[in-house]
């Protein structure tokens, strides 16, 4: 009897063991989305501070939420888009660390020479895609493409999309407003009017503004499902009912846990089973 009490109790004390290991484990996850969450919100806001310095006729969106039917979510969501009477500029923001080695035909970019991101070249290209279903043909012409990494990055890209005469261009953060500023002043020596009035600015603005949707659940919905095949691409293990991916850890616990019968549970789906 004393023998099986010791087992079992060594028993329960190993389990609370694994329950608190993997706790801390989800608990840590959590932390380092929580930082990554809040660097990216810091970012945004840098980006957001150069926007609002531009001249009161440059009108702007940030996080624009739109239909998009070309997209595997049915929506695009779009990091800023700055409306000014010589381009419509449209930025996709990205939080990486490491060097980013890439070419604006290259499908697929690398992060320190081993980690695989989507060209966000070919990203944003659709997010424009996205827009111009939305305004006036007329305008279609006068798009720029942008995107911008934070200085935790060391940019190994082609050339070509650094120089001021793309259409197509790659900055760091902290250069944007720069190079919004220089790509204008060379339009405007070629170009004595500027192509978009004031009027023409705030159609566009307008026509933007009416299709953003504000909806929270539509957007986590959309957040959501791009985990789920960036996961899937990436050949992640994942939630057997939500689908987002886990932790080797995460999934050792749960295939070694008779409870879940051979599936894997991300932390707050283990809880049912509780």
Same mark, same amino acid.
């Given at each position: 009897m004393v023998f099986?009490?010791?087992? !079992?109790?060594?028993?329960k004390d190993e389990k609370e063991i694994d329950d608190s290991s993997l706790i801390k484990a989800n608990e840590s996850k959590k932390n380092n989305q929580h930082?990554?969450? $809040?660097?990216?919100?810091?970012?945004?806001?840098k980006i957001n501070i150069q926007l609002d310095q531009f001249p009161k006729n440059y009108m702007h969106h940030s996080?624009?939420?739109?239909? !998009?039917?070309?997209?595997?979510?049915?929506?695009? &969501?779009?990091?800023? @888009?700055?409306?000014?009477?010589? $381009?419509?500029? @449209?930025?996709?923001?990205? %939080?990486?660390?490491?060097t980013i080695y890439g070419g604006k035909d290259r499908k697929t970019w690398l992060i320190n020479g081993k980690f695989k991101m989507m060209n966000p070249l070919l990203q944003n290209y659709g997010h424009i895609q996205?827009?111009?279903n939305i #305004?006036?043909?007329?305008?279609?012409?006068?798009?720029?493409?942008? @995107?911008?990494?934070?200085?935790?990055?060391t940019l190994k890209i082609e050339e070509e999309l650094r120089r001021i005469h793309s259409n197509q261009l790659v900055v760091y953060d902290i250069e944007l407003t720069?190079?919004?500023? $220089?790509?204008?002043? @060379?339009?405007?020596? &070629? !170009?004595?009017?500027?192509?978009?009035? %004031?009027?023409?600015? %705030?159609? #566009?603005?307008?026509?933007?503004s009416n299709v953003n949707i504000q909806d929270p659940s539509i957007r986590h &919905?959309?957040?959501?499902?791009?985990?789920?095949?960036?996961?899937?691409? %990436?050949n992640e293990d994942t939630c057997s009912i939500c689908q987002k991916p886990v932790s080797d850890k995460v999934k050792s616990y749960c295939l070694s846990n008779k409870r879940?019968?051979?599936? #894997?549970?991300?932390?707050?789906? &283990?809880?049912?089973? $509780?």
């Open positions: 099986g009490f010791f087992f !079992n109790k060594k028993k930082w990554a969450n $809040r660097k990216g919100e810091l970012g945004e806001y996080d624009l939420f739109i239909k !998009n039917e070309k997209s595997s979510t049915g929506y695009s &969501q779009i990091d800023h @888009v700055i409306i000014t009477p010589y $381009r419509i500029f @449209v930025i996709e923001t990205k %939080n990486y660390q490491g996205a827009i111009k #305004i006036d043909e007329k305008y279609h012409e006068h798009f720029i493409s942008m @995107v911008s990494f934070t200085k935790r990055c720069e190079f919004i500023n $220089r790509k204008i002043a @060379v339009l405007k020596l &070629q !170009n004595k009017e500027p192509f978009l009035s %004031n009027k023409d600015i %705030n159609l #566009i603005h307008d026509a933007l &919905q959309h957040i959501e499902s791009i985990q789920k095949t960036n996961a899937i691409k %990436n879940f019968n051979g599936n #894997i549970y991300c932390f707050e789906h &283990q809880k049912k089973f $509780r």
